[in-house]
């Protein structure tokens, strides 16, 4: 794993790469001629990223093991190993739905992974130009007096005081480890700049090393669970967020965050369009006709109202030359990857 720059392009860090967000980043930027690093929690994990890689990519593609995020110096290890890195792509955030200590679940890592990766940068890694960090739309929105239209602009309102009630300890820390990433860069003054990736609920393709369903990102969770006619009976509500982007898409607005130059500085909303459970069920009736007697009944009611929230995504249009994809494409293609997975899934067996 000897990268000097051999690389047309560079060389990335991406963190978390096992990931449903990374896998899709890692592809995208091993496609566009980046020789790419990724963070691994073990050997074992490390090794399935690249493995699970196609044999065209494989070969520009290494890991490297970062055991915790939340110690202290955790990611000094990646970048003294005569590596000699162009970009730097922060993805390791956790999420999950089992909360049992806010602050050790989800405030430690978020905020001390990110500023410690920036002070690992700013230490031992001269040569990086640009860091990208993924944050969330949760540092955008704010579900207590919710903006008429949301952009860039707009902060979510969380401070520490939140994190005791665990039911906001997620949205929690991605906002404050946001703010802490961009309070670093204002003090400390590095030689790099930052852009953050601000995207809402990610639906698309699983990734390719998926080792089950019940791996799968949290925002796909819905698409499978009617796959399986968990919603057959009782399709829930949509709420409390109605907005979607497709997972290739934020792969782009990664990419596209390093390689333009104009991004530097930035945050960037990364919103597709409006969602609801109803358009979902549609879009899998439309395209995947014989899952009809698993899925909620066609007359469903749409509990997407008038009054939801709207987004202005134009910077990433403008600036990162997004182009955004259809929920019904996003669907369609995150059920064909699900097939591809387990093609038994709603106990069809082969009928698809």
């Known amino acids: 794993m000897n990268y000097s720059n051999g690389a047309a392009k560079g060389v ?18 091993l496609d566009d001629g980046f020789k790419v690093v990724a963070t691994a929690r073990s050997n074992e994990k490390g090794r399935i990223i690249v493995e699970s890689a196609t044999p065209a990519r494989r070969s520009n593609l290494s890991y490297v093991v970062v055991r915790d995020v939340a110690e202290e110096n955790a990611f000094d290890t990646a970048f003294t190993q005569e590596i000699t890195f ?24 978020a905020i001390k992974g990110t500023t410690g990766i920036l002070k690992s940068v700013l230490t031992y890694a001269p040569t990086v130009k ?10 955008i929105i704010n579900p207590l007096n919710h903006a008429k239209v949301y952009d860039e602009t707009c902060w979510a309102p969380w401070t520490l005081e939140d994190v005791k009630d665990p039911n906001k300890a997620y ?21 790099f700049d930052l852009v953050v990736i601000n995207c809402t609920y990610t639906f ?21 669970d009617m796959l399986q006619g968990k919603m057959k009976e009782d399709m829930p509500s949509t709420a409390p967020v109605f907005t979607f982007v497709d997972v290739r898409d934020v792969a782009r607005a990664h990419l596209r965050a390093i390689t333009v130059p ?32 698993l899925l909620p009944p066609e007359n469903a009611p749409d509990d997407f109202s008038d009054g939801v929230y709207t987004f202005n995504n134009s910077k990433s249009v ?14 369609k293609d995150t059920v064909e990857s699900i097939l591809d997975l387990r093609p038994d899934i709603g106990n069809l067996k082969k009928a698809i």
């Open 130 to 139: 640009r860091v990208a960090i993924t944050s969330s739309s949760a540092a």
């Open 262 to 293: 104009e991004a530097g500085g930035n945050r960037f909303y990364i919103v597709g369009g409006h969602f609801s459970n109803k358009r979902i069920v549609d879009s899998i009736r439309k395209w995947y006709p014989k899952f009809e007697g």
């Open 171 to 191: 949205v929690v820390s991605k906002t404050l480890s946001e703010k802490a990433a961009w309070a670093f860069i204002e003090t400390e003054k590095p030689n």
């Open 204 to 224: 698309g393709p699983v990734q390719r090393n998926l080792p089950s369903l019940e791996g799968m990102n949290a925002s796909n969770h819905r698409i499978r």
């Open 12 to 29: 990335v860090l991406v963190t978390g790469g096992s990931g449903f967000i990374a896998s899709h980043i890692i592809d995208s930027l």
């Open 318 to 331: 403008k600036v990162l030359g997004l182009e955004y994809t259809s929920l019904e494409k996003s669907v």
């Open 86 to 109: 162009d970009y730097v792509v922060h993805t390791a955030s956790p999420y999950h739905l089992n909360v049992q200590d806010p602050v050790e679940d989800f405030l430690d890592p």
